[in-house]
């Protein structure tokens, strides 16, 4: 076993007061010390159901130790853990409809999961994933505290997504984490009365944790969130446009070239629209996530069945990263969460800077915050074809030079370039890298 001694017994506990979790060396491990939690988890994970559960949604799992004192676990790792507000509002039903099914297989075994919100489930490529095995136990019964949790956590943000007037407050309401004006509002009985009565009445199956489960499914698939409209950046690419087998432009073959000799494990595609090159650096073996802020292209990565499992897809807006949260704000921000060894930041500095007015030190902030080993970046010049169609006024440090000044403490490397200069477009791509 990796783990020795002294690492296990000064592993903290958090809110999970029956195991510990230990990263070390990019992979988890839980250390589990009660008797009889080891005794349940150890029939369960040797049960021959245990491949259903898998399929259902359950993190991979192997025992590795096991001895009177404790029983240690390794889950399989996943690349990035995502809040509940950078999921769209399909990938939040995606995750409920996940997290209720695996509740459903947990059951036919005697056990079911301790908790019911969100923050115990993330995206693993397009599948959502349960990974706090701490919180499984024996069960026969569906408590009310279960049921609340999953009612205020999940089914409120449903609800709110599955109609028109209201889908805009799902992802706010998501946003609040576990307190917040939403949270507070939607707990007055007078609210749950008038628009929550059928929801509420599932409670009534709790006894019934089979018949409980399916009435939770029917009524997630009565309310599917409402389908996003194609917005202005949807047909950006095209299918035919997706062959990332073979870079065709100066772009995609610069991009390739830095990916083929970097080989990253972890890649952060930011305005990754619909995944070209976030497909592109999966195909080479890493794990991917595809950030954008329009929800339409998000889905269409997440619904897409021909392309790599290994692109994880998230909803959320590059000037808007999530803080950390909770207490000693344990859960970690945007930037620690998605650090990945490369940053691909391309077609997007000149929106940022020019059309949103962001300062350009503040752009060069936030991708260095999530890159480790180096940033492909896509300069537009004040001088392309299509920003000079805007008629915006041009930041004045808005400069190649500028750009490798404020990246220059961390990312001091920027030799390999390439510039494409035709039909009056005007780029430049740059690698800025900590080594040559």
């Not at 809040?83 to 059951?107: G, Q, R, S």
């Not at 035709?422 to 890298?433: A, K, L, P, W």
């Amino acid at each position: 076993m990796c783990l020795n001694k002294e690492e296990i017994n000064n592993a903290p506990y958090l809110f999970d007061i029956s195991s510990r979790i230990i990263l070390k060396n990019n992979k988890v491990y839980r250390i589990i010390e009660n008797k009889e939690k080891i005794f349940d988890l150890k029939s369960l994970l040797e049960d021959k159901i245990l491949k259903n559960l898998y399929d259902a949604g359950l993190v991979n799992s192997e025992i590795i130790y096991n001895d009177k004192e404790y029983m240690v676990v390794e889950h399989e790792t996943i690349p990035f853990i995502l809040h509940p507000c950078e999921y769209t509002d399909l990938m939040f039903w995606k995750a409920a409809k996940m997290f209720v099914n695996l509740n459903l297989e947990l059951y036919k075994s005697g056990f079911i999961t301790h908790d019911s919100h969100p923050w115990n489930i993330s995206f693993f490529g397009k599948k959502p994933v349960f990974y706090d095995l701490g919180s499984i136990l024996r069960g026969n019964e569906v408590s009310m505290g279960w049921f609340n949790e999953f009612f205020y956590f999940f089914m409120v943000p449903i609800t709110l997504a599955s109609k028109k007037r209201t889908r805009k407050f799902s992802k706010e309401y998501r946003r609040e984490h576990k307190i917040g004006f939403g949270r507070t509002l939607f707990k007055s009985k007078k609210i749950e009365d008038i628009f929550f009565r059928r929801s509420r009445s599932i409670s009534k199956f709790r006894s019934n944790p089979e018949t409980f489960f399916k009435e939770l499914l029917d009524w997630l698939e009565s309310h599917k969130p409402i389908k996003p409209l194609p917005k202005y950046w949807s047909n950006y690419y095209q299918p035919s446009g997706m062959d990332f087998k073979i870079p065709k432009t100066i772009k995609e073959k610069f991009v390739y070239k830095i990916l083929k000799n970097e080989m990253p494990e972890n890649v952060l595609d930011l305005a990754s629209n619909k995944g070209y090159f976030a497909y592109l650096a999966a195909s080479m073996g890493a794990n991917v996530l595809a950030m954008d802020y329009e929800d339409e292209v998000v889905d269409s990565i997440l619904e897409a069945n021909d392309f790599s499992a290994k692109v994880t897809p998230v909803h959320m807006n590059f000037n808007e990263p999530t803080p950390s949260l909770g207490p000693a704000l344990a859960w970690g921000n945007s930037f620690q969460r998605f650090s990945s060894d490369i940053v691909i930041a391309i077609g997007l500095i000149h929106h940022i800077c020019i059309t949103q007015q962001i300062p350009v030190f503040l752009f060069c902030q936030t991708i260095m915050k999530y890159a480790e080993k180096g940033i492909i970046l896509e300069f537009v010049d004040p001088e392309d074809k299509h920003v000079k169609s805007w008629k915006k006024s041009i930041p004045k440090d808005y400069d190649i030079e500028t750009i490798k000044y404020f990246l220059k403490n961390k990312f001091p490397n920027s030799k390999i370039k390439e510039t494409s200069k035709e039909d009056g477009v005007n780029r430049t791509f740059i690698y800025f890298s900590k080594n040559l």
